[in-house]
């Protein structure tokens, strides 16, 4: 089952759903607000809050018990190198945090989603919230789960290039961007930037990949994840909202890019010793140098160094040489040959080679 809007509730969904079959989840939960009475703006208009019917329960234990059911069969669908976001403001998010590491989830980060509008505190009685939490968490602490750490740097809006960090800051969703009902009112209380979920998708996922959402509401996560090229499967209980989500990604084609890809993490492409010996860019009974130029290694016909009367690796014989405390460093950024009597860095031979080498 793929890219489907399955207009439904999640308790009665998620069980449906094949084990180990999903590679993102992302959750926005009702939250629980416990609002009463009607809120006024300072000029006397009605605020129109998350006071919706769908975020009713009838006390904390029951907030409680559908947290851990839904968190339940998530964990159950999620593959081993899968991963689940849930956001929440502090109405549930200590709720949700507690049950999920009562039920076995690893967390990897909590994000502070800073909103940069947020609604202000009307009656001036506490501080404003303009803040909403995001848990990324895995299956279990060993797993090994997807995360683009250069497509995160690459999307820093903070900082382009460096490293992301765990404070993010988007707009409450507004504008053209915000879904409208037939009336020209808001359609949801609570959609969520279509920016954020591109980030989220985009760094802990692949294209191809499919992304559950058990709480989709105007399909902002189908929206992201279809302009990303994953699958996505999404449950909302309100017909309503379903049917204008469906008309919204009508309008969303996949987006080739650099980011989709996650171009900036593939690995380049490993390459032996012993096969550029073989292609002729080292000779066996070669010097491999230090930066001094004097101090060296003798490069044998399998790739690895004889130094001091010992054949060992490049990497090991690296630190010996170069009488460092680790036992073993990269060995491409310390060892150099003489080309045309230049000291030329093994790396660069490496990098011409895989250029001229390059698998399709
Ligand atoms: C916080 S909103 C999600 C908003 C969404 N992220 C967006 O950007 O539009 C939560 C949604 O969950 C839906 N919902 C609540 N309980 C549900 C349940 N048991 N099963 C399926 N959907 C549910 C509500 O109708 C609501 O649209």
Redesign the pocket.
Known sequence: MQNVIIN????T?LPRLPSESIDLIFA????YMRTEGVLYRTEGTEFQG?N?S?DKFDSLEDYES?TIQ?LTECRRLLKPSGSIWVIGSMQCIYTIGSAMQKLGYWLINDIVWHKTNPTPNFMGTRLNNSHETLIWAVKDKHSKFTFHYKTAKALNSEASGRQMGSVWRFPV?SGNERLKDSSGHKL?S???PLAM?ERIIAISSNIGDTVL?????????AAAAKKLGRNYIM????KT?CSYGAERLKNIAFEDSEISRAEFDVKPQRVRMSEMIKAGCFKAGEKFLLNDGIEYAELQSDGKLLYNGRIIDMHTCAALAKNLRAKRVNGFDFWYVLRENELVSIRIIRENYRNNNKEE
């Open positions: 439904s509730d999640s308790l969904e926005d939960p009702p939250y998350c919706d769908w559908f839904w969703c949801h609570t959609q969520k979920l959402d058990p709480f989709a509401g105007t399909m902002t996560t449950i909302e209980r309100d909202y």
